[in-house]
């Protein structure tokens, strides 16, 4: 049976810096994209990072790009966000997720269709 499990968040003060990461079971994690969405309440989920299956390629949302680092462990099965210089703004429930591709991830984050499989969250709040 798949397990995706996130870790790491917490409370940070802006400027601050956390790591999350997503530990997985049970599927070919080499065989998928992997990314990290986020969502706040009243919002709609948003894609914020993405990296393909042999991390030959990464992507970010633009408002993350220099600050957020997606990297992955194929013989771990894990994946990570180092994320710096965080802002209040970042503030949201953060999920992991596989899909076949980048491009599928963030498609299926932003019309709520359902990934491959994804965890059930880590919180990352953010003072100003």
């Known amino acids: 049976q798949a397990q995706v499990v996130e870790s790491g968040g917490g409370l940070v003060q802006a400027g601050g810096s956390l790591r999350l990461t997503c530990t997985t079971s049970?599927?070919?994690?080499?065989?998928?994209?992997m990314g990290w969405f986020r969502q706040s309440p009243g919002k709609e989920r948003e894609g914020v990072s993405c990296?393909?299956?042999?991390?030959?390629?990464?992507y970010y949302k633009e408002s993350v790009k220099g600050r957020f680092t997606i990297s992955r462990d194929n013989a771990k099965n894990t994946l990570y966000l180092q994320m710096d210089r965080l802002r209040p703004e970042d503030t949201a429930m953060y999920y992991c997720?596989?899909?076949?591709?980048?491009?599928?991830?963030?498609?299926?984050?932003?019309?709520?269709?359902?990934?491959?499989?994804r965890g059930q969250g880590t919180q990352v709040t953010v003072s100003s």
């Open positions: 997720g596989a899909a076949t591709s980048c491009n599928d991830f963030f498609g299926l984050v932003k019309d709520g269709g359902y990934l491959n499989y």
């Open positions: 990296i393909r299956y042999d991390s030959a390629n990464t």
């Open positions: 049970g599927f070919r994690f080499d065989d998928y994209a």
